[in-house]
T-cell receptor
């Protein structure tokens, strides 16, 4: 199984940049996902990393270092609507390939 | 196109009653997953289907929980003799396959279950 750690809560200012970290321990890494979840809504897919490096997608970027068991989600030009929970999920090479989710980081963006 | 749908959106029941939650995955998605999310907590894996078979039932919390899937489509999660600790949002997700790769999971809106 995996042990996934994320900060519980972060706050940031509209227009700023914020980095949400995720560390994990797994016996056989097979991909890391980031999801966004607004209060009362379902998680929606943001990014997928399986190789080391940075994946950029508009205002959102995700970075992975497999040797360090570390990922971050970078959000630029923050908007109020970015206030949400950000879930890190790790999949290992076990038989079912089911991602294990962290508890999520609640991001509060204020004016 | 149509996403994952779940019904009911909200369910309030009395302790000891049975409940049935339904999930309609995206058409053509062979893999289907059930998760539970308690207030302020992360997603807790319950069960996963590949086609109509459930290779991984490891997350079911007790024998009061069961699930089935038919026609490689709709799935139902049944909780018998509900307890107050079963109160949570039950999320269903589907993905094209389950064999690794991007295999992005697409989530439904969830069923909020409240056991009184």
């Amino acid at each position: 199984g995996q042990n996934i750690d994320q900060p519980t809560e972060m706050t940031a200012t509209e227009g700023a940049i914020v980095q949400i970290n995720c560390t994990y321990q797994t016996s056989g890494f097979n991909g890391l996902f980031w999801y966004q979840q607004h209060a009362g809504e379902a998680p929606t897919f943001l990014s997928y990393n399986v190789l080391d490096g940075l994946e950029e997608k508009g205002r959102f970027s995700s970075f992975l270092s497999r040797s360090k068991g570390y990922s971050y989600l970078l959000l630029k030009e923050l908007q109020m609507k970015d206030s949400a929970s950000y879930l890190c999920a790790v999949r290992d090479q076990g038989g079912s390939y089911i991602p294990t989710f962290g508890r999520g980081t609640s991001l509060i963006v204020h004016p | 196109g149509a996403g994952v749908s779940q019904s009911p959106s909200n369910k309030v029941t009395e302790k000891g009653k049975d409940v049935e939650l339904r999930c309609d995955p995206i058409s053509g998605h062979t893999a289907l997953y059930w998760y539970r999310q308690r207030l302020g907590q992360g997603l807790e894996f319950l069960i996963y289907f590949q086609g109509n078979s459930a290779p991984d039932k490891s997350g079911l919390p007790s024998d009061r929980f069961s699930a089935e899937r038919t026609g490689e489509s709709v799935s139902t999660l049944t909780i018998q003799r509900t307890q107050q600790e079963d109160s949570a949002v039950y999320l269903c997700a589907s993905s094209l396959t389950s064999g690794g790769g991007t295999d992005t999971q697409y989530f439904g809106p969830g069923t909020r279950l409240t056991v009184l």
